[in-house]
């Protein structure tokens, strides 16, 4: 099972829809949490972290489901901007720092 | 600028030809890394550095070697390249710590002949 999951999608909106995304990580004692947003072919940058207990960014809104492991992301009045690719990323696993990456979910948002 | 800078930015070479994609970083980060990014596979790291002279295989290290001399550099060495090595490749950094975030180069595209 790989540690990090996400659904590749591509998920298809259009504009002004509520979209959202899940991603399921398999080690319990991993430790932090981000969603990092990646433009076509370009570096990904931070998007936000994930807190226990839910924080939201104007439009953007991520929680975290310790019990069930998995992290989610709502974005909601989607832009056309908001067209990209959205990896979900994992800290601290069994104590290692490393970082591990989701395989990305891929959003395109429509006129 | 806090940034993370990688050249060449596009690279076109032949098989078994020595190359080496530059790393640097001036935030004074101690954590470095190297991905690469394929279809369909995301982001794989293939080496990383938890200091100077402190190096560790990722998941995908083979044809590939680094070194940490200083703690801004972090070069990735393709001693012979092969055709399975045409990918994108990034460079990260960060502070270790596992509430830090990663601050990634723009990216180097590889194409082997």
């Known amino acids: 099972r790989k540690e990090v999951e996400q659904d590749p999608g591509p998920f298809n909106v259009p504009e002004g829809a509520t979209v959202a995304f899940n991603c399921t990580y398999s080690?319990?004692?991993?430790?932090?949490f981000f969603w990092y947003r990646q433009d076509c072919r370009k570096e990904p940058k931070l998007l936000m972290s994930?807190?226990?207990s839910g924080n939201e960014d104007g439009r953007f809104t991520a929680q975290l489901n310790r019990a069930s492991q998995y992290i989610s992301l709502l974005i909601r009045d989607s832009k056309l901007s908001d067209s990209a690719t959205y990896l979900c990323?994992?800290?601290?696993?069994?104590?290692?720092?490393?970082?591990?990456f989701g395989r990305g979910t891929s959003l395109i948002v429509h006129p | 600028e806090a940034q993370v800078t990688q050249n060449p930015r596009y690279l076109i070479t032949v098989t078994g030809k020595k190359l080496t994609v530059t790393c640097s970083q001036n935030?004074?980060?101690?954590?470095m890394s190297w991905y690469r990014q394929d279809p369909g596979l995301g982001l794989r790291q293939i080496y990383y550095?938890?200091?100077?002279?402190?190096?560790d295989k990722g998941d995908v290290p083979e044809g590939y070697k680094v070194s940490r001399k200083e703690k801004r550099n972090f070069p990735l060495i393709l001693e012979s390249p092969s055709p399975n090595q045409t990918s994108l490749y990034f460079c990260?950094?960060?502070?270790?710590?596992?509430?830090?975030?990663?601050?990634f180069g723009p990216g180097t595209r590889l194409l082997v002949l």
């Open positions: 935030m004074n980060h101690e954590y």
């Open positions: 550095s938890m200091n100077v002279e402190v190096t």
């Open positions: 994930v807190y226990s």
């Open positions: 990260a950094s960060s502070t270790p710590g596992t509430q830090e975030t990663q601050y």
């Open positions: 080690n319990s004692a991993s430790q932090s």
């Open positions: 990323v994992v800290n601290g696993a069994g104590g290692s720092y490393i970082p591990t």
